[in-house]
């Protein structure tokens, strides 16, 4: 069955298949991110906390958008890349700050059990993956084009700089698999109260 009535997929050519499924990997990214906010702010309890977690669940679908626009080819979606490029660079910098602020140093003489909930260690790699991955990654595929092992003819996406579109495809893939890590690591439960009275079980045992 054709997910999409209307729209052969077997006569697409290469580059607008990548384009397709790119935009369905965006529309899933923002679709978990849209979920996760949306309980965020249905249990608004913690708002300093919880306004410092939708900042840095809101990465994904930048990052997302960002990736896909840079892989258009109309017009003016240069200039509007190059736009949204600077503020996810302004964006990252928000978020990381925001992060370390959320579990300042004195934060980890906190037993173990109560620092459990929050699941600080699944947003540390969360956040560092998001950040770190994309930017070892990009490092990466310049080397590889510049020792001419990824060449243009290579692949079917035929841009001026084949190195930033493999980047971008790359991108938008792993934000789909972030959003879903976000589902875990900021998880609304904490606010909720369920896992409050989990800990207050534990504790009392």
Request: net charge negative.
């Amino acid at each position: 069955m054709n997910a999409f009535p209307g729209m052969d997929i077997s006569k697409m050519d290469p580059a607008t298949l990548t384009l397709l499924g790119s935009a369905c990997c965006v529309m899933l990214s923002m679709h978990f991110t849209v979920q996760l906010v949306s309980q965020h702010l249905f249990y608004w309890k913690n708002p300093k906390e919880q306004k410092a977690i939708l900042i840095i669940v809101l990465m994904v679908p930048l990052y997302a958008i960002d990736s896909f626009v840079g892989l258009l080819d109309i017009q003016g979606s240069k200039t509007f890349f190059t736009f949204l490029d600077a503020v996810k660079e302004c964006y990252e910098a928000l978020a990381s700050v925001l992060h370390s602020d959320d579990y300042p140093s004195a934060s980890w003489n906190v037993p173990q059990l109560e620092l459990a909930p929050h699941k600080p260690l699944a947003k540390f790699l969360c956040i560092k993956g998001i950040v770190f991955f994309s930017f070892w990654q990009g490092i990466a595929l310049d080397v590889l084009t510049s020792a001419g092992i990824i060449q243009s003819h290579h692949f079917w996406l035929d841009v001026e700089h084949i190195q930033e579109a493999i980047q971008n495809v790359l991108v938008i893939i792993e934000m789909v698999v972030f959003s879903v890590i976000q589902q875990y690591a900021y998880h609304v439960a904490p606010y909720s109260g369920a896992d409050r009275a989990k800990f207050e079980k534990k504790k009392n045992e």
